[in-house]
């Protein structure tokens, strides 16, 4: 998985330096943000060039970042014991692969936090090191653009909702979402159709699914 990781943040390198982020703003945007998804999706509004891309930007991080607080949810059992001092920084790393692995070992009967905070480090410092090596090789590719790196968003959250993808109960809020991409793209492509689809993809799976009673 971390081979995988430093991978996608070589491309989130290359991206960032198309967009022209400096070194030092690629590299703290991996170490804060810490979401592949959301960056990519930054950069890929930068490059837009919109004066209201600011505000798509952020939309857009918060939408797609918005799965933790199901992933934390499910870590509630295992991590919520902990003291402080080690839950918050635990979560901080945690990203989507981490999760997984540690579901993955909860299942299986492991209850150290601990497996949570390594499986998280193991992969946040690759991403960090690809994105380095990404901006550090950008130089060495004519056109980076050309090598479509920026469909790992699209690969990236593809796979992973083919992993969540439940048959009949997922088919009414991916219809919605990829209709209003399809719609949005035509009249303001870039961070907008990321907010859109998320949004209503989000809200017709809500009214799609949500509970008829309290039982």
């Known amino acids: 998985m971390a081979v995988g990781v ?39 509004a930068l490059g837009t060039g919109a004066a209201t891309a600011t505000l798509a930007i952020a939309l857009a991080v918060l939408l797609l970042n918005a799965r933790y607080l199901l992933y934390s949810a499910a870590l509630r059992p295992w991590l919520g014991s902990l003291p402080a001092r080690q839950t ?32 998280s480090i193991a992969t946040f410092l690759p991403w960090i090191l690809g994105t380095l090596a990404g901006l550090v090789s950008a130089g060495l590719i004519a056109n980076p653009a050309a090598l479509g790196l920026d ?43 990321i907010v859109a689809a998320g949004l209503v993809g989000g809200l017709v799976a809500y009214l799609r699914f949500k509970p008829t009673s309290a039982a």
Do not use: N
């Open 6 to 44: 430093f991978a996608y943040g070589i491309a989130f390198g290359l991206l960032a330096q198309e967009a022209r982020l400096s070194l030092a703003e690629a590299a703290t945007m991996s170490a804060l943000v810490y979401s592949g998804t959301a960056q990519l999706a930054t950069v890929s």
């Open 88 to 119: 918050y920084p635990t979560l901080f790393f945690m990203g989507d692969g981490s999760w997984v692995l540690s579901m993955q070992a909860h299942a299986r009967g492991e209850r150290d936090g601990g497996f949570v905070f390594g499986a």
């Open 151 to 193: 469909f790992m968003l699209v690969a990236f959250s593809a796979a992973m909702g083919l992993g969540m993808f439940k048959l009949q109960r997922s088919w009414s809020g991916v219809i919605a979402a990829a209709a209003t991409a399809l719609v949005v793209d035509r009249f303001a492509p870039g961070g907008w159709t």
